[in-house]
Every structure is written in structure tokens, then in C-alpha cells.
């Protein structure tokens, strides 16, 4: 999704821009451009790629930039190519914006400007954002601003600046993240805190219909009507460092070496005396009994968590639980009653398509639960109950840690849910946390097998298609795994029920298909060989993932490579079967010299549908 960062300092705002830019890099992106006042006009540069071009174009016009206010943007295209033209900032000679987001009425409202004689050059929705300024500005921006956004339907974040107001920058957004972050003589506007953290950790979110002025030693927060609004204070709770690769090649391999601390700082506070507890988060007992039914719904990685977590809480504490992506739920009309519980999951916490399930359940007045990772995110804030995670900043594209502790996190809800249930009693409840307790040595133990696994990926490199079998719980994990694999190395895989392959598909199953086998639930353990040995007579090659002990029950010739886990109780499997798909899914796309950090057509934030 696009990054966009307003600056007005002491400081050269090409730099500072430029800068933030770079960190808001995995946000997924094609092109970049910015604007700045020099010498009472408004200076804008773009270029399409990567943001060293934008750099590189920068220092050839050093002289006209020169400025201590500006704005910034890269662009992830939605209407129109990626392109010079089509990069932001779109401007007047009145005016120049930023826009992250989809102008959904644009078309209708590119016709009324039309109609006004106002000539459109780009292939983009956002441009109309910089006309209809240019339309309603007589000289004061909070005005034009206000009647503006109530025009725009859809989702945007902007940064704004006019040309007779050059020492400030504005701001205004509905869907899409916007923060005003406050620093010593200079003040930014950004997509999120992570792009100015090197120059402060503190910050403003901003609502819908609040209107940003920032300027070197002010900040203004104003309601559409122009009146004050005071704002709590946000303190980032991760610094530059934690936000960077700290050593490691990519911050992919950084994250998943920080799953154990990650779990850790996620389930310690939610943990007392060996039993799961919610206080932490304003949630009790009494508010967890009421509930006969949880849905479940989130999108990619976040609704695979979701789908452990419907495994665990029907095993465990036997409530029903319906999982769904959240691009299905928000238009299927779900059946929902008041005895239900709404749960989103989310690492950014601005996933469009789970906020708007999270919208329709209130709509509902049906109780919402949200799981992020991004403290005062869009989803954050319009949820009746959150569990933050604390897995840190997640910079690379593809989920590892966010992902492992949403997971703990259902662990410790199904567990909890089982005691106000009475399906546990106390001592019961205590051992499966002592177990959960356990996970990250248990995930560390795993990483230490990435040599072995770096060999199977690099065995396989060649494939052009992979399947992921599993059953139960297994299945669950092979979800995540060939996500992983198909976003980080581009290899078509096919995650698949076990028992249901034969209903068709084992049709695609030739000679020398890679075939990964999770095989670790004791319960489902021999239909799960049998249903491999059926691959395995199609000339497959399997890849196992079992433990030392289930090892013993399959016959070598069946085994063409194996991965063996640790030896923990068959329901928290996950915890050491994911971090070998993650870990595969790195070194493939190393291997195969794929961007295993910002991956080709994904963006970290879906903000649009
Ligand atoms: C995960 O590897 C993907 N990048 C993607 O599926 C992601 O999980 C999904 O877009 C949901 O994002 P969220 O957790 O921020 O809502």
C-alpha cells in the first residue's frame, strides 16, 4: 500500500522525505514523488521504481529543493499504471497532495470538475483530490479541506500542502492510517510511526473527519468544523533498531529468529499463576461466558492463525467457532446473534476487508474481539475488546512472527474458554499453559534445524509445483506453509485436506511432485500414511514432517526426505511446523533470488479492497 510523510523542521525536507520513505518501503510500492516550497512555489519531483530513482533525480535538482517543508509519497497502483505521470504528488497551482487509498465516487466527481473546466492529465482517482481542493480554496485550508473529504467516498490518507501556506502541512484521512508524529522543532505526518521513528516515538492517530495542520513548532488537530481537539498521546513501544535488520540478511530471517522472545512478551502479561488470564486486557470471565459462538474472520496469514484457533477452541473448550476470510464474511450476510463473538485478526491492524467485518458485526451490535499487533491501529480502535500482540514491527511483507503469536494467543483463549466452560478444571488449565510456556525453546530448537531445511529447499528449487498435505491440525499449518512458499519463492503450491485429495485433485500428483506430508496428529497418524502412500504410488517425492517417535511407524521406502519435530504434545504442533515452512520459504526464494522482503504484487498493509 502507499507511504506517505509530511514533514515541515530545520531540517532539509528532501532528506527527511526520502528517508521515511525508504523505512515505509514495505509497504509495497512502484513509484515515488515529492513536493516541497522553495522560493514561494511548490517544487514536485516523481520517478517510477524504486526510491533510489527519486533519490538519484533529487540531487540533480538540489538547488530547487531547497526547503524545510515538504510531502512524500510512494505509490502502489491501483487506478492507472505505474507510471511518472500517474505517481503522486498531484497538484495545482494552487495546491499539491498525496493520497493513499481508493476514491471510490471519483469518476462522478471527475465529471463535475470537468463540467468547471478543470483539465485531468493522469490515469489516477487521486488527482480529482487535488482539483476539488483547487475548486473550494479561497484562502482557508480547514474549509476547503472540510468540504473536500465530505465529498470523497471510499477510503483515503492525505497530506496536503498550499501554496500561499509554505511553512505548513496538512492532513486528513478516513480509512486508511495517518499519524501525526511530534518531534523537537519539527513535526510529521505519516502512514505510520515506523517511517520517522529515528527522529521520534511520538505520536497522534487520527480519526475520521479530523483535519491535521502541522507546521516547524505546531500541531493542530481540528474537527471538521474547524474546532480544537485534544488528542492522546501515542509512545511507539519498538525503537530504530528493533525496526531494522539488526545483522541479519533480511528482515524475514530477523523475524523468524524473534518468534521465542516474541511469544513470550505476547503470553507473559496474559499469565498468572499457570492459568491464562485477560485482565491485561480488560477482559474477564464473566465477559468470555457469555458467548455460544465464535466467528473467526480475517484475511491470508492472520485468518490461518484463525483457523488453529477454530482447531483448538472446538477441541478444547468445545464452542463452535466459524472461520472466514473477511472479503467472503463482510458480503454473505452472515448469521450472527447476539450470544456470538466476533474475532478479527490482524497484524497491521488496517486490513481493509477486516475492518469492514469488524464493521458490519457492530453494525450488528454483535461484541467484537481484535487481535492486532499495531497498538492504536484503525481495527485497534473500533473493536469493543483488543489483545495486542507484542511481536515488534513486522517489516517484511510475508507474516512469520505476527502470525506465531496470534497463535499463542489462541492458545491461551481456547484454554481460557475451556475453564469458564468447565470443559478444564484448573490443574488441567495449568499444564497446557506450562506446555504453551515451553514453545519458544521449542521454536528455537526448530530454527536450529535450518541447514537440513535449507538442503530440501534447495533440492526442490526447480519445482514448478508443490502440494502441502495434512489433516486436522495439520491441514491448518499446511495453510500457512504454502502461502509462505507461493508469496516468498512464486512456486504454485497447493495446501490440501489429505483424506480429500483423492476426490479429484490426485489427478495433478506426477512423477517427481514435491509433496510436503505433515504427519504429527497420533489421532489421524495411519490415515495420513495411507493417503500418502497413494501420492507416493503416483511418483511423488515426499517431504515428511513428523516426530522421532511417529518416525518409527513409516516405512523408509516411503520416505524420500523428513524433517523430524519436537517431541511436544500433539496440540501444540503448530509452533514447531510453521517455523520449518517459514524457514523453507526463505531459503527458497533466496535460492531462487526472489525479494523474500518485499515479494512482487504483495503490499504488508491491504488498505483497499
Ligand atoms: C502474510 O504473509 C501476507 N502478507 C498476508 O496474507 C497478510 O497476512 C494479510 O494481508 C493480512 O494482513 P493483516 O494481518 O495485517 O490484516
Redesign the pocket.
Known amino acids: 500500500m502507499c507511504g506517505i510523510i509530511g514533514y515541515a523542521g530545520e531540517l532539509q525536507a528532501p532528506d527527511v522525505i526520502i528517508d521515511g520513505l525508504k523505512k515505509l518501503e514495505y509497504r509495497g510500492y512502484d513509484s515515488a514523488g515529492l513536493s516541497v516550497f522553495n522560493n514561494g512555489e511548490i517544487k514536485t519531483i516523481k520517478s517510477i521504481g524504486r526510491i533510489i530513482n527519486l533519490e538519484e533525480l533529487k540531487n540533480k535538482n538540489q538547488d530547487e529543493l531547497i526547503s524545510n517543508v515538504g510531502i512524500g509519497h510512494t505509490r502502489w497502483a491501483t487506478h492507472g499504471k505505474p507510471s511518472e505521470k500517474n505517481a503522486h504528488p498531484h497538484f495545482t497551482d494552487k495546491v499539491s497532495i498525496v493520497h493513499n487509498g481508493i476514491i471510490e465516487n471519483y469518476l462522478k466527481l471527475k465529471k463535475c470538475l470537468e463540467e468547471k473546466n478543470y483539465v485531468f492529465e493522469t490515469e489516477t482517482d487521486s488527482e480529482i483530490v487535488a482539483k476539488l481542493l483547487d475548486y473550494y480554496y479561497q484562502g482557508d485550508p480547514i474549509q476547503a479541506i472540510s468540504k473536500v473529504i465530505s465529498r470523497l467516498e471510499g477510503a483515503f490518507a492525505l497530506a496536503i500542502m498550499f501554496k500561499d501556506q509554505p511553512q505548513k502541512i496538512y492532513g486528513a484521512r478516513k480509512e486508511c492510517p495517518l499519524i501525526v508524529a511530534l518531534g523537537e522543532n519539527q513535526n510529521f505526518i505519516a502512514s505510520d510511526i515506523n517511517a520517522v521513528l529515528e527522529y521520534t516515538n511520538k505520536y497522534y492517530n487520527i480519526d475520521y473527519q479530523e483535519i491535521i495542520e502541522i507546521s516547524k513548532d505546531s500541531v493542530e488537530i481540528l474537527d471538521i468544523d474547524g474546532n480544537k481537539i485534544k488528542k492522546q498521546i501515542n509512545i511507539a513501544n519498538w525503537n530504530v533498531a528493533a525496526a531494522q535488520k539488526c545483522g541479519y540478511e533480511h528482515f524475514m530471517l530477523k523475524e523468524i529468529n524473534e518468534q521465542p522472545q516474541a511469544i513470550n512478551s505476547t503470553i507473559s502479561p496474559r499469565i498468572i499463576d499457570f492459568l491464562p488470564d485477560f485482565n491485561y486486557d480488560n477482559i474477564d470471565s464473566d465477559y468470555l461466558k457469555k458467548f455460544n459462538k465464535i466467528f473467526i474472520v480475517?484475511?491470508?496469514?492472520?485468518m490461518y492463525a484463525g483457523m488453529v484457533g477454530k482447531d483448538l477452541i472446538e477441541k478444547i473448550a468445545r464452542v463452535p467457532v466459524e472461520v472466514d476470510v473477511a472479503s467472503e464474511f463482510r458480503y454473505r450476510d452472515p448469521i450472527l446473534t447476539k450470544q456470538d463473538l466476533l474475532i478479527v485478526i490482524?497484524?497491521?491492524g488496517?486490513?481493509a476487508d477486516?475492518l469492514a467485518a469488524l464493521r458490519l458485526a457492530k453494525s450488528k451490535q454483535i461484541e467484537t474481539l481484535a487481535i492486532v499487533n499495531v497498538v492504536g491501529s484503525s481495527i485497534a480502535r473500533e473493536a469493543d475488546k483488543v489483545i495486542t500482540t507484542f511481536a515488534g514491527p513486522e517489516i517484511a511483507?510475508?507474516?512469520t512472527k505476527?502470525y506465531i503469536v496470534q497463535v499463542a494467543v489462541m492458545y491461551l483463549l481456547s484454554i481460557k474458554l475451556a475453564l469458564v466452560n468447565q470443559k478444564l478444571d484448573k490443574n488441567q488449565a495449568r499444564e497446557y499453559i506450562k506446555i504453551l510456556m515451553q514453545m519458544p525453546e521449542a521454536i528455537s530448537d526448530v530454527i536450529g534445524l535450518s541447514d537440513n531445511i535449507k538442503n530440501i529447499a534447495t533440492k526442490y528449487q526447480n519445482t514448478k509445483d508443490m502440494f502441502f498435505l495434512g489433516r486436522g491440525l495439520d491441514f491448518a499449518t499446511c495453510l500457512e506453509g504454502s502461502?509462505k512458499l507461493k508469496?516468498i519463492s512464486y512456486i504454485c503450491c497447493q495446501p490440501y485436506q489429505a483424506g480429500e485429495l483423492k476426490h479429484g485433485t490426485i489427478s495433478l500428483i506426477t512423477d517427481n511432485i514435491p509433496v510436503v506430508c505433515v504427519a504429527t496428529q497420533t489421532n489421524l497418524f495411519d490415515k495420513m500414511i495411507s493417503n500418502i502412500k497413494e501420492v507416493k504410488a503416483r511418483g511423488a517425492k515426499t517431504i515428511f514432517l513428523t516426530t522421532p517417535e511417529l518416525e518409527t511407524k513409516i516405512e523408509k521406502e516411503i520416505i524420500d526426505d523428513i524433517i523430524l519435530l519436537p517431541c511436544i504434545k500433539d496440540i501444540f504442533m503448530p509452533f514447531v511446523i510453521v517455523p520449518v515452512f517459514q524457514l523453507m520459504a526463505y531459503h527458497m526464494g533466496i535460492i531462487k533470488d526472489c525479494d523474500v522482503d518485499k515479494p512482487r504484487n504483495?503490499a504488508?498493509?491491504?488498505t483497499v479492497e
Do not use: R
Open positions: 480475517a484475511c491470508g496469514t492472520a490482524s497484524q497491521s488496517e486490513t477486516t511483507v510475508a507474516s505476527a502461502l508469496e504483495l504488508k498493509s491491504v
